[in-house]
């Protein structure tokens, strides 16, 4: 079974420039999900979509990110403008549930 | 609302000796919980799940943990320490069931000394 793919592995960008990412779930995973993982921090919650409607998207900062899910198979994540503190390594993940969550390898943003 | 807590960000055991992650967690549901491995710039990788039934979860490499519904804990153990253990490990809680948002603890990297 393939897992989950993200692309680019690594992005440098300027401040206020801006990013997209792409993720690709599990073949026949409802559930997809977008973290960010700071560094030296556990991932955090960025938004939750089952099939291609949003479960979850409280802690997304919506003024400059932005996540969609057409067809409700894969995903992009973009940012405009970046800040500085959007440096983060963004993980992906897809879900069939049961209790089982498979991430990706993510994407390491620097922002400088 | 769920929460995880992982006791100590930085632990370090020698080689062969017993590896103990602690986690406590704060749920209104049943949870279910993980613990996955990350190792340097790459993504989570499952260790093991709690979801129901048995307390006592084996996982890969070795590693164990024990679901204790009266501590709210959810340690993870390994006899014997291996050099390639050495990564960071991450306690979760789902907020939601199977198919819930996961709720990560801050993690804690693991060294082992030869």
């Known amino acids: 079974e393939a897992g989950v793919a993200q692309s680019p592995r690594y992005k440098i960008i300027e401040k206020r420039q801006s990013v997209a990412f792409w993720c690709n779930p599990i073949?026949?995973?409802?559930?997809l999900y977008w973290y960010q993982q700071i560094l030296g921090q556990g991932p955090k919650l960025l938004i939750q979509?089952?099939?291609?409607?949003?479960?979850?998207d409280s802690q997304l900062p919506k003024d400059r990110f932005s996540a969609e899910r057409l067809k409700g198979v894969d995903s992009t994540l973009k940012i405009q403008p970046a800040k500085l503190e959007d440096s983060a390594v963004y993980l992906c993940?897809?879900?069939?549930?049961?209790?089982?969550?498979?991430f990706g390898s993510g994407t390491r943003l620097t922002v400088v | 609302a769920q929460s995880v807590t992982q006791l100590g960000s930085h632990v370090s055991v020698s080689e062969g000796a017993l590896v103990l992650l602690r986690c406590n967690y704060s749920?209104?549901?049943?949870?279910?919980l993980f613990w996955y491995v990350q190792y340097p710039n790459q993504g989570l990788q499952l260790l093991l799940k709690?979801?129901?039934?048995?307390?006592l979860v084996k996982g890969i490499n070795g590693f164990e943990a024990e679901f204790k519904k009266s501590e709210t804990s959810f340690h993870l153990t390994k006899p014997s320490a291996h050099m390639s253990d050495a990564a960071e490990y991450f306690c979760?809680?789902?907020?939601?069931?199977?198919?819930?948002?996961?709720?990560f603890g801050k993690g804690t990297k693991l060294s082992v000394k030869p």
């Open positions: 993940a897809s879900s069939l549930g049961g209790g089982g969550y498979t």
């Open positions: 073949s026949g995973h409802a559930t």
């Open positions: 979509f089952q099939n291609n409607g949003v479960v979850d």
């Open positions: 749920s209104s549901v049943p949870p279910y």
């Open positions: 709690y979801t129901t039934g048995a307390t």
């Open positions: 979760a809680v789902s907020d939601g069931g199977s198919q819930g948002n996961l709720i």
